[in-house]
């Protein structure tokens, strides 16, 4: 639409006016509507079955609402750099205050080093792990370091760990030129999702991973988008592709497939071997998925509560009735339902 010259003008001349009024001191920012419909509320799996559009908004709406109202991070942390290591984040402490923030009703203060370091650091970043561990050291976790670092281009990666009596926790994150350009490790991603790994480990306590492996990886992969990107829905959506990636032009999930992903048939036990057999990118971008579903019925906290209840000796299946008012099997049926509209708009 084009707008007459004239009109122009006697715009600028109430703006000038109005600005002269109030002494240039209004400066709220004009507020842009939406570029599109918010979909109602889910207050079921079925509403959301019906409106699957419902499911990526509100579980970034409820977590960014849930950041915005806890204001204050209680995360106790230290952040050690090796003595040869730019660490690819300036501000660490970014991340790990939003995911705090994202789950304080969770928030157990567990005192937790991050460490950084690059590859001609890895030896200082692994004695930092054998101090964690002491004699209790197991073998694989002697080469955790190395493991994720084990060239200068092939370093990527990071590792969250918490002590038996969950006393304390150590962080140790990779860094590499490639990590300097990449958003996941220069904005706090990577921060939000290692943190959200030692809120849920201080969780489960005792039963420390009785859940299913998507369980805990999906959910440190939703909440360290959601917490980072909280203040703009439009990041959150382009970080969340990223993790998506291929996954619905290859796998092509299906119910079925979706189905027995969810809830092996075999049952699964502690270590998940029962996901072995999937390509390990899928319980990150399908556990992220699923975790979006869950998160858009009942808010970031009914996720954490799964570890909190797994932790007080409750079945995974039974803690997921608890929370959502439904029976497991129809809960994994629902959500594979839901899930191939959602990644079949
Ligand atoms: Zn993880």
Not at 153 to 174: E, H, N, P, W, Y
Not at 259 to 287: L, Q
Not at 329 to 339: C, E, F, N, P
Request: net charge negative; charged share 25%; hydrophobic share 35%.
């Amino acid at each position: 639409m084009r707008t007459s010259k004239k009109r122009i003008t006697s715009l600028f001349v109430i703006i000038l006016t109005v600005s002269f009024l109030t002494g240039c001191a209004n400066t709220e920012p004009e507020l842009t509507a939406p570029k599109f419909e918010i979909p109602a509320e889910p207050k079921s799996f079925e509403d959301m079955l019906e409106n699957p559009n419902s499911v990526v908004y509100w579980a970034w709406k409820k977590s960014a609402d849930q950041i915005i109202k806890n204001t204050t991070s209680k995360a106790e942390f230290t952040i050690e750099v090796g003595p040869k290591t730019i660490a690819d984040n300036t501000n660490p402490a970014g991340g790990i205050n939003l995911a705090s923030r994202l789950y304080l009703d969770f928030e157990k203060q567990i005192p937790t080093k991050f460490v950084y370091f690059e590859r001609k650091d890895v030896d200082w970043a692994q004695a930092q792990v054998n101090k964690f561990y002491g004699s209790a050291i197991q073998d694989w976790q002697k080469r955790e370091a190395s493991k994720m670092c084990p060239s200068e281009i092939q370093c990527r990666g990071a590792s969250a760990m918490t002590s038996f009596d969950k006393k304390s926790a150590l962080v140790i994150l990779s860094s590499s030129d490639w990590g300097k350009q990449t958003k996941n490790n220069t904005e706090g991603p990577i921060e939000a999702h290692e943190y959200t790994h030692i809120i849920q480990d201080s969780q489960q306590g005792k039963y420390l991973g009785n859940l299913p492996r998507w369980q805990f990886e999906g959910e440190a992969t939703f909440a360290q988008n959601a917490a980072i990107y909280f203040d703009n829905y439009e990041k959150y959506l382009e970080a969340r592709e990223s993790v998506i990636g291929t996954l619905v032009y290859t796998v092509k999930p299906d119910v079925e497939w979706l189905t027995e992903f969810i809830s092996p048939k075999g049952g699964y036990t502690y270590g998940g071997a029962a996901w072995d057999k999937y390509d390990g990118a899928r319980i990150y971008d399908v556990g992220m998925a699923i975790t979006e579903v869950l998160t858009a019925l009942a808010g970031p906290s009914s996720t954490m509560q799964l570890s909190q209840l797994v932790g007080e000796g409750l079945s995974y299946e039974k803690a997921f009735t608890k929370i959502y008012g439904v029976e497991w099997d129809k809960g994994v049926s629902m959500i594979a339902q839901i899930l191939v509209k959602v990644f079949n708009p």
